[in-house]
């Protein structure tokens, strides 16, 4: 297995020839809570990733506390600004210390699955968050931290160029690059049980969309797996990592079931999955699929996450090992703020196939998005967090510029926005993540990069 372990040790934490100033007595906390709706009518609840959670993973170190927190709910009934306001209340720490992100299931909310299109926004902060909070509190025991690494080769890059139409397209195109790296942070008790994992990979976990059904797909059945490996004592949050052009590699189950709800042929091949997905993405009140092709669909994803589930316990169980965690971790977060040129599509509706990607687009000028990167380091682990859905090239250059080695990469965290960040050379490709992008190209990647290098910097200098 292609795969790195990067120890989490005292005698290991010199990064870029500085050491950091360490807290003492780290302690852990860690809760789930169902954040559930009603089923689609195509479902039976018998799999474990068809229940959706918020889960959260509370931090205490030299009278400084932190939150890493996972959801799996709609993205669109609550405020995330209150809901971390909230937080940072309740555990009298800075707010640039709360982590939220979305697993970024498209399948959480009841069927048939909506589609945000303006209008007001809630202001009330998210109870089943910050009830899972509250209970993570109330469960601080002290605990030591782990990091590792692992692969798993579950995704590929999807900007791809149809064979008939000769079109870009969401595809699969595995000479495009791609990160597998799965990094894995965990937390052990005095009893070397696991009290929780936090868990990055680069894919999306699209195989329920526009199906009408409720699924925390991929992520929701690797937590679940790896939770019930450890007789459901542990918590295990997930974060997409770098991942805008990344989908799973095999879709065929998923594109059947879309197939089958869109009136189109299934086959034993690989079909087209536009075809079914375009139309409905248009008419989302299309008849449920057929159960069947849902129950083969969900057998796939519990397929997923017992794959990458493996991998996590995998890294877990190597950094369990004498010498390979510490509770001697200094906590501090850091917020930034990107300013680059915007732009809005003005030739097209994002959702119709027939102007959603493959051919030249028209733009008005616009103010961007307010693009945050943020940085939680935790000891020698630099969690970097940024609020939309960047490209996998941008979260290589993070990596390979980064001060701290171990930098994990989560996004669509906290002040979540809308929209794709392309890295530079990928603006040319005409996919409906580039062409809907509201950022101008040139100026984000180097942008992101560089917020990242001066944070890093900051806390390695204890600034």
Known sequence: MNSKIYVVAL???????????????????????????????????????????????????????????????????????????QIADLLRCPIENIVITHTHTHSSQSAPMSFGRGGPQPTVPSKEITDAVSKAL?????????????????????????????KWTQGTNPDAPSDRTVA?????????????????????????????????????????????????????AFSQSASGDQ???????????????????VTGFVIDRESSEGPLRMDPSKPAADPKSI?????????????????????????????????????????????????????ADPMDPKTREGLDATYADAPAPDLRVGLLGLGPVALTSINTEVYTAIGLDIKARAPMKNTIIATLANERIGGYVPDDASFGHQTFQVLNSSFKPGCAQTGIVNAVVELQTRYVNGR
Do not use: W
């Open 11 to 85: 005698g290991a934490m010199l990064l870029s020839g500085l050491a950091l100033a360490a807290g003492a007595g780290l302690k852990v906390g860690a809760a789930r809570v169902d954040q559930t709706g009603p089923f689609g009518k195509s479902q039976t609840g018998q799999y474990d990733h068809e229940r959706v959670y918020a889960r959260a993973i509370v931090l205490e170190s030299a009278a400084t506390r932190a939150a890493l927190i996972s959801y799996e709910g709609p993205q669109a009934n609550f405020n995330m600004g209150a809901t971390r306001r």
């Open 138 to 166: 109330t469960a601080l025991k002290p605990a030591r931290m782990a990091y590792g690494t692992g692969a798993a080769y579950l995704n590929v890059n999807r900007d791809a160029i149809d064979p008939v139409t000769r």
């Open 184 to 236: 894995v942070l965990s937390f052990l008790g005095t009893d070397d049980r696991p009290i929780a994992a936090y868990v990055a990979y680069a894919m999306h976990p699209v195989d329920g969309f526009v199906l009408g059904v409720v699924t925390a797909d991929f992520p929701g059945a690797m937590s679940r797996y790896v939770e019930k490996a450890f007789g459901d004592e542990t918590v295990v």
């Open 247 to 265: 989908n799973p590699l095999y879709l065929r189950p998923s594109n059947n079931a879309m197939a089958n709800r869109a009136g189109n042929p």
């Open 295 to 347: 129950d083969s669909l969900f057998r796939f994803i519990e397929s997923e996450g017992q794959i990458l589930g493996e991998e996590v316990i995998r890294v877990m169980t190597m950094t369990k090992a004498k010498g390979q965690s510490t509770d001697d971790v200094r906590i501090a977060g850091y917020q930034q703020s990107v300013v680059c040129p915007g732009r809005t599509r003005t030739n």
